[in-house]
């Protein structure tokens, strides 16, 4: 995993406690995502990536996954994400 | 770590207070009894610069910081908690849109927005769903390049002046937001009065009636009007009913050291006597823990941290159960004139309930914060 991957891994873990968390694992499928999780993952994807999530990204499948949010930044910032390891 | 105010915000602070002192307090009362708030006041309070304020400066807003935002909030619930949620229900449209509108609707209806042309309102609550918003029953049907939506909101906060409203449907099965125009044909509102407190709030039933919406009106993405529309305005008004809270309790706690140093019983002021200090004590102290509560919210509303949400959880639970109990021990203070409209503890105290359910009830709070993940100390 990349820089991004793992900061996007370590944000996640906080709710996926004692589960390791997978680049290309589906996380919906997990069961613990929810209103309170989603628009915290927004304000951290933005935060700490510097992006604006837009109406236009509002895509379960930008979400689902380490790799798909890293890819989301990866296309926010104009910049190629690397393939899951 | 500074928890200080900026000279700057301390400036803010000053001016809001004068203006609220002035223009807002002296009528308090009357409008509650009225149920109604002026027309004008619309216009004065967009004159001040204090309609959407959290619009920022490169979408046509003001772009106030957070805390500063907080403090207008406070200041305004110290004197009129009805024109304090106003500012809440707008504040809360112009955010969904500045967080989730589209282009288009960013820069057709916010500027709107800001200079009080048009007053918003959030239209989420039905008969049959409050609490649990993926229960709602409105319903929008896709029609050509337009929605078509049906269904009743209730408890809707100012639909009486309101023109333009953030509605939640189902659409496809899923939560979807809409922009719905006061005049499209099929809406008719209908005013709810009698209500315990916040009376001047204007309060209404919206009954849509195969409301035609173009597609244009969607905000968000079909599917996204709860987790992240609602979310996103959600926060900004718990923020709002937070600091409105605090201004609240720090009201009843002003009337009641100012009437127990005047009322005398048993040959002193009630303020001499030790169980009214310990009243004072607690007010004192839960206003000022309240205060900071918010305060740090605004601080990671402004920075944008991820947490934000659920610190903001925190202080609207904690600052509106403050207020609760502040103005409960100021009608206590003031004894059977505590009772009368003719003090305002009384209208505090009405008042002050609302805020424990708005904006998600303290018992939704109770059980939805113990899943946050907050940073250790």
Redo the contacts between chains.
């Keep these: 995993m990349d820089q991004t991957q793992i900061k996007i891994k370590e944000?996640l873990s906080?709710?996926f406690k004692n589960h390791d968390l997978k680049p290309d694992e589906d996380i919906f499928s997990l069961g613990f995502v929810?209103?309170?999780l989603?628009?915290?993952?927004?304000?951290?994807v933005?935060?700490e990536f510097g992006v604006r999530v837009e109406?236009?990204d509002?895509?379960?499948d930008n979400f689902r996954s380490v790799q798909a949010i890293s890819n989301l930044v990866a296309r926010k910032s104009g910049a190629a994400a690397p393939a899951a390891s | 770590m500074n928890l200080e105010l900026t000279a700057e915000q301390r400036r803010a602070r000053d001016d809001f207070r004068a203006f609220v002192a002035a223009e807002i307090a002296p009528h308090a009362g009357r409008w509650d009894r009225e149920e109604a708030l002026p027309p004008a006041l619309v216009r004065r309070l967009a004159e001040r610069g204090y309609l959407g304020t959290v619009v920022p400066k490169d979408l046509g807003g003001p772009g106030m910081d957070m805390i500063t935002y907080g403090i207008l909030t406070e200041e305004l619930g110290r004197g009129c908690s009805s024109t304090r949620s106003l500012l809440t229900v707008h504040d809360m449209v112009c955010q969904a849109i500045v967080r989730?509108?589209?282009r288009a609707q960013k820069e057709t209806l916010l500027p709107r927005l800001v200079s009080g042309e048009i007053v918003g309102a959030f239209a989420l609550s039905e008969p049959g769903a409050g609490s649990d918003a993926k229960g709602i029953a409105t319903t929008a049907e896709p029609d050509g390049d337009a929605y078509v939506l049906t269904g009743r909101k209730r408890w809707i906060t100012f639909a009486q002046i309101a023109d333009l409203f953030l509605v939640f449907t189902q659409c496809e099965g899923k939560p979807t937001a809409f922009l719905l125009e006061r005049d499209t044909p099929g809406l008719a509102i209908e005013p709810i009065r009698g209500l315990l407190g916040t009376r001047a709030s204007m309060l209404g039933e919206m009954a849509i009636d195969r409301c035609r919406v173009p597609a244009d009106n969607l905000?968000?993405?079909i599917?996204?009007g709860?987790?992240?529309v609602?979310?996103?305005a959600l926060?900004q008004g718990r923020y709002s009913v937070a600091c409105g809270s605090v201004g609240i309790a720090q009201a009843a706690l002003d009337a009641s050291l100012s009437y127990s140093r005047e009322r005398a019983q048993f040959d002193k002021p009630i303020f001499d006597h030790q169980l009214i200090r310990a009243l004072l004590t607690d007010m004192i102290v839960q206003v000022r823990a309240a205060r900071l509560l918010c305060y740090r919210a605004g601080w990671m509303r402004e920075?944008?941290?991820?947490?934000?949400?659920?610190e903001t959880m925190a202080a609207k639970y904690y600052a509106s159960t403050v207020a609760a109990r502040a103005a409960t021990d100021a009608v206590q203070i003031h004894g059977a004139n505590g009772c009368s409209e003719a003090f305002p503890v009384e209208r505090l105290f009405r008042d002050a309930k609302v805020m424990e359910i708005i904006e998600g009830s303290t018992q939704i709070q109770q059980m939805?914060m113990p899943?946050?993940?907050f940073p250790d100390f």
Excluded: I, Y
């Design positions: 944000f906080r709710f929810n209103s309170l989603a628009m915290q993952l927004v304000a951290f933005e935060k109406d236009a509002l895509d379960l | 989730w509108g589209s905000v968000g993405r599917g996204f709860v987790s992240h609602v979310a996103a926060e920075t944008g941290d991820p947490l934000a949400f659920a939805v899943r946050f993940e």
